[in-house]
């Protein structure tokens, strides 16, 4: 599988994922549940940062079946930098922390 098939997968499951968002996002609108817009924007971020992720394996392979040279190495990077840094921001987005913190675990709080 070449690098245009798996971008092509992450086009498909970020626009895919985007769709079911929306419509499980309207559904949940007509019912009146709590929280419908935390969900959808939660729901999109999670699709989004995957689909980033078969992005950059994409680059790779595109990169590594091409006769490396330092411009192609350095455009690499730059395209897995900027990727890596939206699903940083992303996961703050969603989670609150940044993705190197601990999750916090119920339960186990500790009071003095």
């Known amino acids: 599988m070449g690098g245009a098939a798996i971008e092509a997968m992450a086009v498909l499951l970020i626009a895919g994922a985007f769709l079911w968002a929306s419509v499980r996002f309207l559904v949940q609108r ?46 690499l990077t730059a395209v897995i930098l900027t990727p890596t840094f939206l699903s940083w921001s992303l996961v703050v987005e969603m989670e609150g922390r940044w993705p190197w913190q601990r999750a916090p675990v119920a339960g186990s709080e500790v009071t003095v």
């Not at 999109?44 to 190495?73: D, K, N, Q, W």
């Open 30 to 75: 007509r019912k009146q549940a709590g929280n419908s817009c935390e969900t959808y924007k939660l729901s999109l971020g999670r699709s989004l940062s995957l689909g980033l992720e078969f992005l950059v394996a994409a680059y790779v392979i595109r990169t590594v079946t091409m006769t490396p040279t330092f411009t192609s190495i350095g455009v």
